[in-house]
Nanobody, 116 residues
Framework: QVQLVESGGGLVQPGGSLRLSCAAS????????MSWYRQAPGKERELVAG????????NYADSVKGRFTISRDNGKNTVYLQMNSLRPEDTGVYYC?????????WGQGTQVTVSS
């Protein structure tokens, strides 16, 4: 079955960095575009970044452009989100998403808290 396991979240001070990982299994990872979403308390889940199956195309929310970088390693079935210059408004639960066979699969999420 499809499994997505996020890791790498934590508490960081404003201006700091974190790298999130999402380990995938149970589907053809190298054939599937992947995305990172986040959900802040009391807000709807929003798209943060996406990457094509081969990694050649990426897209970002305006709020994270120039600070976050999405990448993938198809040999390790893993997608990453490098987050730099973190701000308090980046706080939330971060999820990876995989669209596979007309269904969207989500991981359990990893908490990111940006606070001094």
């Amino acid at each position: 079955q499809v499994q997505l396991v996020e890791s790498g979240g934590g508490l960081v001070q404003p201006g700091g960095s974190l790298r999130l990982s999402c380990a995938a299994s149970g589907f053809s990872f190298s054939s599937t575009s992947m995305s990172w979403y986040r959900q802040a308390p009391g807000k709807e889940r929003e798209l943060v970044a996406g990457i094509s199956s081969g990694g050649g195309a990426t897209n970002y929310a305006d709020s994270v452009k120039g600070r976050f970088t999405i990448s993938r390693d198809n040999g390790k079935n893993t997608v990453y989100l490098q987050m730099n210059s973190l701000r308090p408004e980046d706080t939330g639960v971060y999820y990876c998403k995989a669209p596979w066979l007309i269904q969207n699969y989500w991981g359990q999420g990893t908490q990111v808290t940006v606070s001094s």
